[in-house]
């Protein structure tokens, strides 16, 4: 139910803005999150959007400065505008939700994921 796109191949230093909708459900009413999975790694979570009802987002320390998670209401997608790309932003993003209404980051558990997005940091 829910998809990210917008992956692809950047040089360092590049930008990249991956997007996730969901076909069945408005995301504004639900905490969504970014997690990416480098190649021979384990999931690690990027940041997180709160429901509209709160609004807040975060970001992890390691993309603090060059990730910002967003969303747009109208076009029922949130994005992760990703700056100053490094080859260690390497992975495939995901997004998830709890699909609780009214939830703030973070969430108690993303039970639900999409089809997560290559991106890959190379000159």
């Known amino acids: 139910q829910l998809q990210a796109s917008g992956g692809g191949l950047v040089q360092p230093g590049g930008s990249l803005r991956l997007s996730c909708t969901a076909s069945r459900f408005a995301l504004r009413y639900y905490a969504i999150g970014w997690f990416r999975q480098a190649p021979g790694k384990e999931r690690e979570g990027v940041g997180c959007i709160s429901s509209t009802d709160d609004g807040s987002t975060y970001v992890v320390d390691s993309v603090k400065g060059r990730f910002t998670i967003s969303m747009d209401n109208a076009k029922n997608m949130v994005y992760l505008q990703m700056n100053s790309l490094t080859p260690e932003d390497t992975a495939v993003y995901y997004c998830?939700?709890?699909?609780?209404?009214?939830?703030?980051?973070?969430?108690?558990?993303?039970?639900?994921w999409g089809q997560g997005t290559l991106v890959t940091v190379s000159s």
């Open positions: 998830a939700t709890d699909k609780v209404a009214g939830s703030s980051c973070p969430p108690l558990a993303y039970n639900y």
